[in-house]
């Protein structure tokens, strides 16, 4: 099982900043791809950015040039740094994890945080 845990949300007025962390655990034998999700209510769920094994970082247009993805120490811990906070940006934000484990067999794994509340407003 991979287990993945994010934290950081919050209450912020527009144009402040935020730190999102998300850690993925268990039996991991690699991790290909983390990425990072938002919903906001009666929205469908949407890609913020993501960053694959090779440290290869995209982002959606919406966030380009406020918001950046980092890896900590290990490829299982990013971060997405969120600054020039909007309205608009008020969602859940969910961190995924995919990659492959150990069983064995050795399997593809595809988890989900819990999700964090991030709002903006004043």
């Known amino acids: 099982q991979v287990q993945v845990v994010e934290s950081g949300g919050g209450l912020v007025q527009p144009g402040g900043s935020l730190r999102l962390s998300c850690a993925a655990s268990?039996?991991?034998?690699?991790?290909?791809?983390m990425a990072w999700y938002r919903q906001a209510p009666g929205k469908q769920r949407e890609l913020v950015g993501d960053?694959?094994?090779?440290?290869?970082?995209n982002y959606a247009d919406f966030v380009k040039g406020r918001f950046s993805i980092s890896r900590g120490n290990t490829k299982n811990t990013v971060y997405l740094q969120m600054n020039s906070l909007k309205p608009e940006d008020t969602a859940a934000y969910y961190c995924?994890?995919?990659?492959?484990?150990?069983?064995?067999?050795?399997?593809?794994?595809?988890?989900w945080g819990q999700g964090t509340q991030v709002t903006v407003s004043s």
């Open positions: 995924n994890a995919r990659g492959l484990r150990y069983g064995p067999p050795i399997t593809n794994y595809d988890s």
């Open positions: 268990g039996s991991i034998f690699s991790v290909n791809v």
């Open positions: 960053i694959t094994g090779g440290g290869t970082i």
